[in-house]
């Protein structure tokens, strides 16, 4: 029996502290509940009950309600919603274990958050969130007034923001409704007519998406005091104007000299322009002439305020790269393959969007530049950064083209190595084939630090088969093929002119004189059973010659002359009966016009004639039984920019000769 008496015991215990417990888990009414007040605020004071000693934490809670209609009406009822009106004003206490009588802290409602001259109420209620916590009842509702007069009526006033709309074309704009001059607390019905094209007929905020002009009203209503006001906006629908650039020039290299060319449209005129740029900010006013490069933003402004904007980034002329125009000289052509050589090797800025056909592509600099100063993301053909014979390929397919020609002419002197064409059979019959060499320097002349050249070969295609023409590289002075020289030929088709590059690719330079390439072809059979025998010069111009540095390197030319005949001839000319060009252009490059000057010694009828590089015919002029010296002055303007063949051609001769309207 004694054993079994602490057993007996710890289960007594045990069901005490259960009981104990249970009921301390349920919260009780509060106990001395009072409402004091000072200037500022309201102090709500309650105790915990006894009993619920032990099984915190507790809670006070408390809430709030207002009267509405101008603060007159009863009490509200325990369920009335009024009482939703203000959130809960909270604190806590956990009680110890003890069983005393525990006062909560209090709970402050301060007046600046609620109507002056108001009648509130207020009721309070423990609330436990212990094992098996619950909530006790509420007070009865204890009314109290907040100190002072509430606005006047005169004081609610309503806005809307914007205050003024104005919709562009079609669209949607948020207009917000707000009030002034009202209890901060007190509740405001908003109502907005017409609803039709309203996102909603209520509430502060609300999207109206109107077509046409349309003025809206709000109502604002405050329950508590039974005010009412209202505000009205209007909602402009206008027309969208349109700012269209219709052109660009671009300013020239670091220059201020660009062009932007707008066109306005729609709206309602009149229109106010102007094109903003910066870093510095500045404005421009139309016209729009003398710009720097860079971006712009042209602005258009009609007479409602409707805008309408386009970006433009102005070019600099020194920006665009022109893939194949290696040198940046304005054209792609045999010079340019000079240039490739000189920078083989060079690595730098992959340019974006890269293309190799004819159009400015915008690139940023290198850090390197050719000795001449060209940047070389010009040499870098195919924009991939790097610099190699592949680049070529874009002089090639873009071969004759011109943008903007730079090129000043080569200078040439005397007593100075000589460029020659030496033919290895003078005399050739129709349909046989044959070869050009062409020659630098002599034993006594030599040509010293050479690099590159590139020059262009005239000659009748009537007589000589263009298609038959190739290039041999094989024993040049300058080097070995696929070694250290490359070297590039390019067909004007039915112009009778072959343009030659040979280049070395490794940046050092070589003197001496001989052989620098060969060019093989074969006649036509234009002279079959004829009987005839022509003089048929064969000769030089374009010619550039450079070092590794891209100094160009003076040469006199000396041509030569090919006798085809169907008749065999054993005799050769000489060189002192070289024939020259009797066709001369000058200005060339030319712009606005040019003088075109003739001189042929042999009477005979001549057709005077100018081709475009799409082989039409452009100009003409008849010469009848004519000999001697004349010259023509002739208009460009409608000519467009691009490369030219003037032809002269008798019953005996055919001449031709290049010029470049720019």
């Not at 240039?339 to 340019?351: D, E, L, M, Y």
């Not at 050249?453 to 041999?472: G, H, R, W």
């Not at 040469?555 to 000489?574: C, R, Y």
Request: negative net charge.
């Amino acid at each position: 029996m004694k054993k079994q008496l602490p057993f007996l015991l710890a289960i007594l215990l045990f069901l005490f502290i259960g009981a104990r417990e249970a009921k301390a888990c349920h919260a009780l009414p509060l106990l001395n509940v009072t409402v004091t007040s000072n200037t500022t605020q309201i102090l709500v004071n309650g105790s915990s009950d006894p009993a619920t000693c032990g099984c915190g934490p507790y809670y006070m809670e408390v809430e709030v309600s207002q009267l509405s209609n101008g603060f007159t009406g009863i009490t509200p009822a325990n369920n009335s919603p009024l009482w939703n009106t203000y959130p809960f004003y909270r604190d806590s206490l956990s009680v110890p274990d003890y069983c005393l009588v525990e006062p909560y802290f209090p709970v402050e409602i301060a007046f600046a958050n609620l109507c002056p001259g108001g009648t509130y109420y207020l009721r309070a209620r423990e609330h436990s969130t212990g094992p098996g916590g619950s909530t006790g009842p509420w007070t009865q509702p204890i009314s109290f007034v907040v100190p002072g007069s509430p606005p006047p009526p005169s004081a609610f006033v309503a806005s809307i923001s914007p205050g003024s709309a104005l919709i562009c074309g079609s669209g949607s704009i948020n207009l917000i409704g707000t009030t002034t001059g009202t209890c901060n607390a007190s509740t405001i019905n908003y109502t907005w007519a017409p609803a039709a094209s309203l996102s909603s007929a209520t509430g502060p905020n609300v999207i109206a998406s109107p077509t046409a002009t349309t003025t809206y009203t709000l109502t604002c209503v405050d329950a508590t005091l039974n005010y009412t006001t209202t505000a009205v906006v209007t909602v402009t629908v206008a027309p969208t104007p349109t700012v269209t650039v219709t052109s660009t020039i671009p300013s020239t290299c670091n220059g201020a000299s660009g062009v932007i060319n707008v066109n306005s449209a729609g709206g309602t005129p009149p229109y106010t322009l102007v094109a903003n740029s910066g870093p510095p900010p500045t404005t421009y006013n139309p016209p729009f002439i003398n710009l720097p490069s860079g971006p712009f933003t042209v602005t258009l402004t009609d007479a409602t305020g409707c805008t309408d904007t386009e970006i433009i980034i102005l070019d600099d002329s020194c920006d665009y790269v022109w893939p194949g125009d290696a040198n940046d000289d304005g054209t792609a052509d045999n010079f340019d393959i000079l240039t490739i050589g000189v920078a083989n090797g060079n690595i730098g800025t992959v340019r974006p969007s890269a293309s190799q056909l004819w159009y400015g592509q915008p690139s940023p600099n290198w850090a390197t530049s050719t000795p001449s100063g060209v940047n070389h993301k010009h040499v870098d053909c195919d924009g991939n950064s790097f610099i190699t014979l592949n680049d070529t390929n874009a002089v090639i397919l873009n071969y004759g083209y011109v943008h903007n020609n730079r090129l000043a002419a080569p200078v040439y002197s005397v007593n100075v190595p000589d460029l020659r064409i030496q033919l290895v059979q003078d005399t050739m019959q129709p349909s046989t084939a044959g070869a050009m060499q062409i020659r630098l320097g002599t034993a006594a002349i030599q040509a010293n630090n050479v690099y590159g050249i590139a020059f262009t070969i005239n000659f009748d295609p009537t007589y000589v088969d263009e298609n038959s023409l190739a290039l041999s590289l094989t024993g040049s002075m300058l080097g070995t093929p696929n070694f250290n020289i490359m070297g590039v030929k390019v067909l004007r088709s039915g112009y009778g002119q072959l343009d030659v590059a040979v280049t070395r690719i490794t940046q050092n330079n070589i003197s001496g004189s001989g052989l620098l390439c060969t060019i093989p072809f074969s006649t036509t059979s234009a002279l079959l059973a004829t009987g005839n025998t022509m003089l048929v010069p064969i000769t030089l111009s374009r010619v550039r010659v450079i070092d590794n540095q891209e100094n160009l390197i003076t040469v006199n030319t000396i041509n030569d002359t090919l006798l085809a005949t169907d008749i065999v001839i054993t005799t050769s000319l000489n060189e002192t009966q070289l024939q020259q060009s009797p066709i001369a252009i000058f200005p060339n490059p030319a712009t606005t016009n040019c003088i075109l000057k003739i001189d042929v010694p042999v009477k005979d009828n001549y057709s005077l004639q100018i081709y475009n590089s799409a082989g039409q015919l452009v100009w003409e002029k008849q010469l009848t039984d004519f000999s001697g010296k004349t010259q023509f002055s002739i208009d460009l303007p409608g000519f467009g920019s691009g490369i030219y063949m003037v032809r002269l051609a008798g019953n005996a001769v055919h001449y031709n000769e290049r010029f470049l309207v720019k």
